[in-house]
């Protein structure tokens, strides 16, 4: 695909954003449209996975601010019909068109139309490229743009760590065609009306003034039968499959950076990051303080007045509890050891807080006994609070 066909599409359409989205404004669009539209959610729905990559393709340009900045200028000079491809006048040559060699300092200049689509899409072929000192392709590599996926986890895994495999979308030459655009069998044919130059020269008095071909979109070509497979674009979005350790403790919410496993870069130049957002299922049962889970745990009021071992559950098995006879509710006993695992190895505790269990009926001979208990201690555990009140009085 030339840097023409992809300053034409319009990425904040494709995301749903106005131009001045801020980061946070196009990443959560990203996300939102990323879940909606992701294959494994969609399989077999074409439209879907049309719109993936479209989604996927806009979040890497607008995702990076120096991509973005030089997407939105190249956008705005090309909307104003002054582009003309291999921009030969260079100082001092002026030829009575206005073109973007020009524009940006003359041909080869620092801040050639060849350089800007070049950061953002590759070289500058087919876009100034030509007007470049040597007419050959930049020099500076470009980073690989970082991506953005998302990962649920259960309670226990996100407590334990977990390897997971991620499956990512990322835009690559369509093979079916070869990036030609074209079916295979067939070929683009030259445009008629520009001549393959993309662009048509308009009289403005005594200016000509070159603006984008309108017959063939300013790519300089025509694709009669297009490329099933990327529907003429040249570019389709691959699918590979990260096998992704998730380290243990990891909280609901968390960003993890993965190096190196973003877009490929250019020109030799290193990949981007992966960033992996884990969102954590919340367990029945446990909870998490800190590196610490916690849990509440029901006791008979027997156990609790007379003491008892009782059992425990924790995420790796069950473990035996003493209870000490007069154990109150609400007394917190700390098991060691069987909480979150640090990253220096060494594992939090769990909480347990004790509940005392009312039964909500009594058997005849129960309510007996209750009341036997009650008259045998006279004890008034509300003493202390009526003592306060009646002093202030």
């Known amino acids: 695909m030339s840097a023409r066909d992809l300053v034409e599409k319009d990425y904040y359409a494709a995301l749903g954003v106005p131009k001045n989205a801020t980061q946070a404004e196009i990443k959560k669009a990203y996300r939102k449209l990323a879940r909606e539209l992701h294959p494994d959610k969609n399989k077999g729905d074409k439209e879907a996975e049309e719109r993936f990559k479209a989604v996927s393709e806009a979040y890497a340009i607008l995702s990076d601010d120096e991509k973005r900045a030089e997407y939105d200028e190249a956008r705005e000079l090309f909307a104003n019909g002054g582009f003309r491809p291999g921009a030969g006048g260079g100082p001092g040559g002026f030829t009575g068109n206005v073109d973007f060699g020009d524009l940006f300092g003359g041909a080869g200049g620092a801040g050639s139309f060849g350089d800007l689509f070049g950061d953002i899409f590759g070289n500058g072929n087919g876009m100034g490229g030509a007007g470049r000192a040597g007419g050959g392709p930049r020099t500076r590599p470009r980073r690989g743009g970082d991506l953005e996926t998302e990962v649920t986890l259960d309670f226990a895994e996100a407590v334990r760590g977990v390897t997971v495999p991620l499956r990512l979308g990322t835009p690559h030459t369509c093979r079916n065609c070869g990036g030609s655009g074209a079916r295979p ?12 130059s993309g662009s048509v020269s308009v009289n403005q008095g005594p200016f000509s003034i ?11 070509r025509i694709i009669d039968d297009p490329c099933p497979e990327c529907r003429g674009t040249g570019v389709t979005t691959g699918e590979r499959t990260l096998n992704v350790r998730i380290p243990a403790g990891v909280n609901d919410g968390q960003r993890i950076r993965l190096k190196g496993k973003g877009t490929p870069g250019e020109g030799g130049a290193p990949a981007g990051d992966l960033y992996v957002v884990v969102h954590v299922t919340p367990h029945r049962f446990f909870r998490r303080k800190g590196d610490n889970l916690t849990l509440t745990l029901p006791v008979t009021f027997p156990e609790a007045a007379l003491g008892a071992e009782v059992p425990v559950p924790t995420l790796d098995g069950v473990v035996t509890l003493r209870v000490p006879a007069g154990t ?13 695992v640090r990253a220096n190895g060494k594992a939090g505790d769990l909480l347990v807080t004790i509940e005392i269990h009312v039964p909500k009926k009594l058997s005849k001979k129960a309510r007996e006994a209750v009341e036997t208990l009650a008259a045998e201690d006279p004890t008034d555990p509300r003493a202390h609070l009526l003592e306060e009140a009646v002093t202030r009085v």
């Not at 109150?328 to 979150?340: D, E, H, I, L, P």
């Open 328 to 340: 109150a509710s609400g007394r917190t006993f700390r098991v060691k050891g069987r909480g979150v």
């Open 210 to 220: 070159s603006q984008p071909c309108r017959d063939c979109r300013g790519r300089g």
């Open 185 to 196: 069998g067939t070929t683009p044919r030259t445009c008629p009306t520009c001549g393959g």
